[in-house]
């Protein structure tokens, strides 16, 4: 591999690797956690990585502003607002649906970091895509030098962050004596599982990569994957083969749409954060947990098995989610949950039947 693009360190590296006894003990198997859900800048998550590269270039290429699109509540459009905020660039986000009737989770932190939201009344991709071009060409003609990001920073040279961040865990798990089976992660728009395939390919093997879709971004799921991969593979002169055989995405875990959580993904959630003290959010990380969870009751996973923590927990702090966490964990009203001091919180029990 040569040198390869540059990076603008956003956040200290390597993020944390973390042992999760107590949950493993829950779940059956080793679970080790890499916390890319920590960082310096924007509350963190693994859209942080990828941002290291694109401001990199952005500010080579004389951009004065970052343009890009998201669901209303995207994880990667908070990121890149803070990252702008960081690099003085201005930041445009053209988000999915309607304005909501109140700033909460991720669009209050754009706001916070400075950004311009344009909502663009539809979650249709393409159409938001169609909407985020003409943001660009307005800007452009309006005398600003944009630089545009597709989806979830998902470009190749977005990816190349996560070619690095294999080899960041190869050496962690070198150095913990940790020889795992697979690595589970949340996946939407492809740029991270991507990454991570290549550095695999690079490594010449390690343990499976797993990618867990939580949303239809594209049209063809795999393809798009495999495309990034191979462009980041380019973009680092990385000399490997990559086939379709590479792209490992499971969309068996997403439940009936993004952004509904899913029984598995609940459980996770409530089992990480009970036994861990770490919170996962149910649109993202909480369905990557979730399959590894299910995987290692049926015995498809035998650890020890790495959960690849992208971030995302922001979005519990939403009406609509916190609402719906609350249910789950049991809590319902008066408030607050539990009993008297002293006393176990009341309504919370945990389906393997260990208490906390
Ligand atoms: C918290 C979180 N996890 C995982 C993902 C998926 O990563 P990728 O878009 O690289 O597939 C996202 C994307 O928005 C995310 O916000």
Known sequence: MTGGPVRRPLTPLPTPFEPAPRFSEAAGVEVWVKRDDIGSIGLAGNKVRKLEYL???ALAEGADTLVTLGAAASNAARATAAATAQAGLR????LGGEPPDAPSGNVLLDGLFGAELRFARTGDWSELDRALHATAAELRSAGARPYVMP??????????????AH???AAQMAEAGIAAEAVYHASSSGGTHAGLVVG???????????AIGVGHVHRDMPG???????????????????????IRLDMSHMGPAYGVPTPAALEAI????????????PVYSGKGLGALLTDARSGRVRGPVVFWHTGGAQSVFEPGVAAGLWDAIGGGPPFPRGGAPGQPPAGRTSSTGQGA
């Open 151 to 164: 989806a979830g920073c998902s470009s190749p040279l977005g990816a190349v962050g996560f070619v690095h």
């Open 270 to 281: 409530d089992l990480l954060a009970r036994l861990e003290g770490m919170v996962c959010d």
């Open 200 to 210: 695999r390919a690079l490594a010449g093997g390690g343990p499976e990569i797993r």
């Open 55 to 57: 401001v990199a270039a």
């Open 167 to 169: 080899a960041e865990l």
């Open 224 to 246: 798009a994957y495999l495309e990034i991969a191979r462009g980041a593979a380019a973009l680092v002169g990385a000399r490997v083969e990559l086939g379709p055989d590479d």
């Open 91 to 94: 930041c445009v986000l053209v």
